[in-house]
């Protein structure tokens, strides 16, 4: 069946690189996309990647793709406090958009 | 622009009550709408979706229903809230049924 699945947690300091990874199922998504939940609010669309690109740049982020494994990460680089949230990863599916389980992402001072 | 509104954005209820939240989306037409719950603070549950007026899909039978009134209006309802109704409460909407969404700002219903 479709599923999309995360590590829970993450825990970095301030000023390093993050990395959240993502699994998902579909061989035939053509996006991916990576959405950050702050605390009490909705979800924002980060960015997303098309799926015969490998990687995508935008600032601080790098979205990967490895298509073969099915495994989709997003690097957050100089890592804030501001970046503290919940990522989920989203794989566009036969007939819906399927949401992974989320990552907690917190960063320490 | 496109905007998507919730209200409330925060309602505490007793068990037994009704509820209704509602969700309005600006700046687009015959967008395709969801509801989702999540429970503290981690994964999405899909609640209803719809892809037209008065056309509602239920993803997971519960206590609560939607309906859509208006092109851009959706609204979740209950006649009798459960202790289990309590969560964060998310509207969304799409051009597409699969391509990116676009959500609001949440309700968190808290029954006591």
């Known amino acids: 069946g479709e599923d999309v699945e995360q590590s829970l947690f993450l825990s970095v300091r301030e000023g390093d690189s993050s990395v959240i990874n993502c699994t998902y199922t579909d061989s035939s998504s053509t996006y991916l996309y990576w959405y950050k939940q702050e605390p009490g609010a909705g979800l924002q669309l980060l960015t997303y990647i098309f799926s015969n690109m490998d990687m995508k740049q935008d600032q601080r982020l790098t979205v990967l793709l490895n298509k073969k494994d099915k495994h989709l990460s997003l690097r957050i680089a100089d890592t804030q406090t501001g970046d503290s949230a919940i990522y989920f990863c989203a794989e566009r599916g036969t007939n819906k958009l399927i949401f992974g389980t989320g990552t907690l992402l917190a960063v320490q001072p | 622009s496109q905007t998507i509104h919730q209200w409330p954005a925060t309602l505490v209820q007793p068990v037994g009550s009704p509820l209704s939240l509602e969700c309005t989306v600006e700046g687009t037409s015959n967008p395709n709408l969801y509801w989702y719950r999540q429970a503290a603070g981690r994964g999405l549950q899909l609640l209803f979706y719809?892809?037209?007026?008065?056309?509602i899909s239920s993803e997971v039978p519960q206590n609560l229903s939607a309906s859509r009134p208006q092109d851009r209006q959706f609204i979740l309802s209950s006649k009798k809230l459960l202790l289990s109704d309590s969560g964060f409460y998310l509207c969304?909407?799409?051009?597409?049924?699969?391509?990116?969404?676009?959500f609001g700002p949440g309700t968190r219903l808290t029954v006591t």
């Open positions: 969304a909407w799409s051009v597409l049924l699969v391509a990116e969404q676009y």
């Open positions: 719809s892809v037209g007026i008065g056309q």
